[in-house]
């Protein structure tokens, strides 16, 4: 396993951990977790730093699960206007939901600016285990990712995984 996926792994243990733990803004007394599978709007969402494996200046919840256990998980992840994700990999399929901005990506091993593809508010997109892609954020962009961990990143370029620590 590489380096990167380990660290993000960790990452999202910690995080999943501090996410069931945080308190509802909305009944202090209620566990967390009903919240989350609630027919209610979300209003609960802790953002934290995203892990270092991916670029500065994301910010990630965990919903549901532990994204680095063999289960089910859902996370969003919120990112800034022109934020880019190198080429990368995940170990297992990936679903995606644009639920603000504009989120752009190409399919390959090359950040090609041309091929990337804008999906708005509401657009879906599902990526097969292993399959090279990379992104980038038009406007404060914010996607809901949900699969069956362990949710990991890869980078086609070992070299973009150090470029963030």
Known sequence: MRSSTIVLIAALTAIAACSKDAPSSNAPSAPTTSARTSSAPQQDVQWSPAPPV???????????????????????????????????????TENVTVLTGTFLAGMGTQ???????????????????????????????????????????????????????
Do not use: C, W
């Open 111 to 165: 950040f090609v600016e041309s091929g990337l593809q804008a999906f708005g508010r509401d657009a879906f997109f599902s990526l097969p285990a292993e399959h090279a892609h990379y992104a980038m954020a038009q406007g404060l962009t914010v996607v809901q990712v949900h699969g069956i961990g362990p949710f990991a990143v890869t980078y086609v370029n070992p070299s973009d995984a150090q470029a963030f620590r």
């Open 54 to 92: 991916l670029p500065p200046g994301a910010e990630i919840a965990v919903l549901q699960g532990d994204p680095s256990k063999a289960e089910p998980f859902t996370l969003r992840l919120r990112f800034p206007n022109g934020y880019k994700l190198p080429p990368h990999t995940h170990p297992t």
